[in-house]
């Protein structure tokens, strides 16, 4: 389990601690954890969830940050077999008790993120209309992974925003849920006539399901928050200080940006948002090195 305090983490492409390093360096701080992603597609065949894993695991904990940590994004379900009852009724299992050992052997301390974005339509594990599965999925997974490494931190992790459903109608309990995270990414394409940074900054505060739902719903649980992804898509130095402002001052542990174009263009380190990126590096790079 992590301690309090505050980590800061990035996604600068999957599976590639160089970039990983390409960013350290741009920042001018190392990374506390780094964000990775374990292959949804299937769980036997030519690209298999614990093969994957295995894999992945074993590039991060080749790249020698012994002081680094991870956050292991954990499919609840893959497009072989989207059914979360299955994955509820145990058919899984073996499969992710090969997946937490692997991810135990070199980061007993990880976070664990599972079925992330479930609120939305676009994974395997899209809990609308079987919220009920979803629960008992995530409860079945999230108690393998804690027997393996009870040091793991589980992270339960919508997206932002009112999406397909309520969130809170698939949250699967206190007793197997460590962390609540929120992926919160302002897209310029949704809201092209919102020009003004203040009101932009309000709206993405105060939407339905937005930053000030994510503080009330993990107040009500006692449980800290997190930020596994955050970005923006367009040059706006004020979002950048008004979340750094709103991580630093509400009980947040840890938060990575997304800084990468892949699947969303986030990239920092490009010159595609000079004011951002700048706003970004002045403020993140003076947070201190966690140690947790």
Not at 104 to 133: C, L, M, Q, S, T
């Amino acid at each position: 389990m992590l301690k309090a305090g505050l980590s800061i983490g990035v996604f600068s492409g999957g599976y590639d601690p160089t970039t990983a390093a390409k960013f350290e360096k741009w920042l001018g701080r190392k990374s506390d954890f780094n964000v990775d992603f374990f292959s949804y597609t299937e769980y036997t065949g030519s690209d298999p969830l614990a093969g994957s894993a295995s894999w992945d695991v074993g590039v991060w904990a080749g790249a020698n940050r012994p002081d680094r940590n991870m956050l292991f994004s954990i499919p609840l379900s893959t497009l072989q077999d989207p059914s979360l009852k299955n994955v509820a009724k145990g058919l899984y299992d073996a499969q992710y008790q090969q997946v937490a050992k692997s991810i135990a052997a070199h980061y007993p301390n990880a976070v664990i993120r599972i079925g992330w974005e479930f609120n939305g339509n676009w994974y395997p594990w899209a809990a609308k209309g079987k919220g009920g599965d979803y629960i008992n999925a995530f409860r079945r997974v999230s108690k393998i992974f804690t027997s393996v490494s009870p040091a793991f931190t589980i992270d339960w992790c919508p997206g932002i925003g009112s999406l397909e459903f309520p969130a809170e109608h698939a949250y699967p309990g206190d007793d197997v849920v460590d962390v609540i995270g929120l992926d919160a990414y302002d897209n310029w394409n949704y809201n092209p006539t919102m020009t003004d940074p203040v009101q932009r900054w309000n709206y993405f505060r105060n939407q339905d399901h937005g930053l000030a739902w994510h503080k009330q719903f993990a107040a009500q649980h006692g449980k800290p928050m997190s930020y596994p992804e955050w970005a923006i898509n367009y040059d706006d130095s004020y979002f950048m200080q008004q979340m750094y402002s709103w991580i630093t001052t509400n009980r947040v542990i840890y938060v990575s940006y997304w800084s990468s174009n892949s699947g969303f263009a986030g990239n920092l380190m490009s010159p595609q948002y000079p004011a951002a990126s700048t706003m970004y590096k002045s403020l993140f790079k003076t947070i201190p090195l966690s140690h947790h």
